[in-house]
């Protein structure tokens, strides 16, 4: 594991200091996972569009040339 150094302004270092403590945790843990969900959620997207375009490329219906978006129709449901 890497070791990185911030530039915090104090003021934000205390607040922090404070929400890690009444979660029973660190700064250090707190800055860790939200870099893990950060690097995730791209990670879970990227894949969620390839299996888009795959089930998009695979699908057997078509909608046709002339069809056009009728926002009238959503409502007549």
């Known amino acids: 594991m890497s070791n990185i150094t ?5 003021e934000v270092l205390d607040e ?3 929400f890690a ?7 250090n843990a707190l800055v860790r996972d939200y870099l893990i969900s950060v690097t995730s959620q791209k990670k879970r997207a990227k894949q969620a569009m390839a299996e888009l375009r795959e089930m998009s490329l695979k699908t057997e219906s078509r909608l046709g040339p002339d069809w056009k978006f009728d926002r009238a129709s959503l409502y007549e449901r």
């Open 6 to 10: 911030l530039n915090v302004p104090d």
């Open 16 to 18: 922090a200091r404070v």
């Open 21 to 27: 403590a009444e979660r029973k945790t660190t700064v």
